[in-house]
């Protein structure tokens, strides 16, 4: 089983529509959890922390379940700007940075 | 200027090639990093570096090796290149206290796509 799953999507939204899509995560003492951006074969890039009481950036909305061991992320208004892979990212401790990595799901905005 | 550069940014290669691949960071971290991204897959960490001294294997490091020239360089070597070993390499770098962006966030550099043929 894969420590960090997405669906690969692709998910189509048109343009101003929301989407949301989750990740889930298999070790139940992962510690700090985001989200990553990454457009078509271009490098990562970070998007947004996740927080535990979940958190904004704009139109952006991150969402923990510890409980059920899985993360999301809603994106409102979307813009075909939006359009990229995002990746869900886990990492097991809290004072360094060894990244698990999901395989992305792929987001396709629409005019 | 990019903070993250890798040369080459592509190359094309023929099994039992040794191969490296070259990483430069301006950003000052301490920290290094080398993946390997396939289609369908995850980042892979193959190898990674706290500082110059301090090197560790990633999660999949066998057919690789590495190299912290200085704290600004971090090369990836593939001594015997085989045809598996086709992917799209990224380097990145993190510092060692959080930034306001996100604990430990990694910056990535744009990637090289290797093929070995």
């Known amino acids: 089983r894969k420590e960090v799953e997405q669906d690969p999507g692709p998910f189509n939204v048109p343009e101003g529509a929301t989407v949301a899509f989750n990740c889930t995560y298999s070790?139940?003492?992962?510690?700090?959890f985001f989200w990553y951006r990454q457009d078509c074969r271009k490098e990562p890039k970070l998007l947004m922390s996740?927080?535990?009481s979940g958190n904004e950036d704009g139109r952006f909305t991150a969402q923990l379940n510890r409980a059920s061991q899985y993360i999301s992320l809603l994106i409102r208004d979307s813009k075909l700007s939006d359009s990229a892979t995002y990746l869900c990212?886990?990492?097991?401790?809290?004072?360094?940075?060894?990244?698990?990595f999901g395989a992305g799901t792929q987001v396709v905005v629409t005019p | 200027d990019a903070d993250v550069t890798q040369t080459p940014r592509n190359r094309i290669t023929k099994t039992g090639k040794r191969i490296m691949l070259e990483c430069s960071q301006t950003?000052?971290?301490?920290?290094m990093y080398w993946y390997r991204q396939d289609p369908g897959l995850g980042l892979r960490l193959i190898y990674y570096?706290?500082?110059?001294?301090?090197?560790n294997k990633g999660e999949i490091s066998d057919g690789y090796s590495v190299s912290r020239q200085a704290q600004a360089k971090f090369s990836l070597s593939l001594e015997s290149a085989i045809p598996n070993q086709t992917a799209l390499y990224f380097c990145?770098?993190?510092?060692?206290?959080?930034?306001?962006?996100?604990?430990?966030?990694?910056?990535f550099g744009p990637g090289t796509r290797l093929t070995v043929l």
């Open positions: 990145a770098t993190s510092d060692r206290f959080s930034s306001a962006g996100g604990l430990y966030e990694q910056f």
């Open positions: 070790n139940s003492a992962s510690q700090s």
């Open positions: 996740v927080y535990s």
């Open positions: 990212v886990v990492n097991k401790f809290v004072s360094w940075g060894k990244l698990q």
């Open positions: 950003k000052g971290h301490d920290r």
């Open positions: 570096s706290f500082d110059v001294k301090d090197i």
